[in-house]
């Protein structure tokens, strides 16, 4: 999959096999160039290039953009600082709302046919005693779960889009607002755009983010260890999620493929840990040293990732709270996915609620480019007050799931993990937030 930029067209609205719209938005035409401040002047500049829609960050949540955007016949370009795209890492578990929209941009059975769909979960402690287990469609038929390798769905994704709309090697250095209201971008290398339109998709360490005035992540007190075990002759375990949990420590694993089985270690850590650890073969000793006690399925998962796969990462959210955190967009500028709500994976909802925001930021905008530029603010903003609902709610309860399951007082374990999990707790209700009504996308 190779994607260059050199001497290739730009995707544009004024396009006309980027633009479906029966008359073009004469408001997307080339406007004068005007004066950011009184240090940076852009009129008549050669080198300041003038762009439509830019999407910041080309992972997840800025790819599903990107697709969903073309799926109505938008053009847009996509900055990515990285050389090639971000390939590394695991898998991402996909509950039915992140399957939906993926069926909305026309992707989902391409993957589909590469991951094994996920039948149910088992809950057992740290001495293999199983809790409890659910089936997902006991529960609602139309459940649906796979573990999705993070690498196959941004190639996917990407595969969808003209090669010339990821531009690599994009690295965003300076981001400032123009007086007619749109947005100025320097990249690292000299490159400057001027778009109507910037959508911020860069993660949780989102440079635009701090620009509008967002907090930085605040860590959440645990770590995660994860990888990728490699069964070249087949992995030998049922199509389940399976958990383990102990005191302040807990771990996981789930089926990805015929061969491929993913599994992560949750531990509580201070809050400063030290230098970044990216010797695997530390990684890998670490892990094992954590659950050296625990079933030997685990510790065989661990020997059998390669190296690449294993990595730890701090868990980070942030909370929006109401009259405190800045808007979801500002002017013509707008946050996706983690970007905006960076939340813990406790209820497997990060990159499903990255795919709910690229389909619903795309309807408002199709419709808003069709009635001119006053409405596009607008539609920004109803983007953002969509989604707070829903984004603010799944973030809370994700962080509040995770210190339950990383208590590590006896008593409070025992009473987890004797009357709560195997009486209490009802998979119906634990799972309604995957509930998401998605129409398919067409032009």
Known sequence: ??????????????????????????????????????????????????????????????????????????????????????????????????????????????????????????VNSEDGRELRSFKFKDEDQTQEVRAVERRILLETLANELPPETVRFSSKLAKIQSSENGETLLQLTDGTTLLAKIVIGCEGIRSPIAKWMGFSEPRYVGYSAFRGLGVYPDGQPFAANVNYIYGRGLRAGYVPVSPTKVYWFICYNSPSSPGPKITDPALL?????????????????????????????????????????????????????????????????????????DSVILTRKLADAIKSGPTAIEGALRAYGEERWPRVFPLTVRANLVGSLLQWDNQLVCSIRNNIVIPKLVRLGPVLEHTNFECEPLKA
């Open 1 to 122: 999959m190779a994607m260059t930029t050199s001497h290739m067209p730009r995707p544009s609205f004024y396009n006309s096999h980027d633009i479906r719209f029966s008359q073009k938005p004469s408001w997307f035409r080339a406007q004068p160039r005007t004066k950011l401040n009184p240090s940076v002047n852009i009129k008549a500049s050669a080198g300041v290039r003038k762009e439509d829609i830019v999407i910041v960050g080309a992972g997840i949540a800025g790819l599903a953009t990107a697709v969903s955007l073309r799926r109505l016949g938008i053009g847009s370009v996509v900055l990515e600082q990285a050389a090639s795209l971000r390939t590394g890492g695991t898998s991402l578990t996909l509950f039915k709302n992140g399957w939906r929209v993926l069926d909305a941009i026309g992707v989902a059975d391409t993957l589909r046919g590469q991951f094994l769909e996920i039948q149910g979960m088992v």
């Open 284 to 356: 890998r000793k670490q892990a094992k040293e954590l659950v050296n006690n625990w079933p030997e399925e685990l510790i065989r998962l661990i020997d059998l990732s390669p190296d690449e796969t294993i990595s730890k990462t701090l868990l980070v959210d942030r909370w929006l709270w109401p009259g405190l955190s800045p808007p979801a967009s500002t002017g013509k500028v707008v946050l996706v996915g983690d970007a905006w709500h960076p939340m813990t994976p406790n209820l497997g909802q990060g990159a499903c609620c990255a795919l709910e």
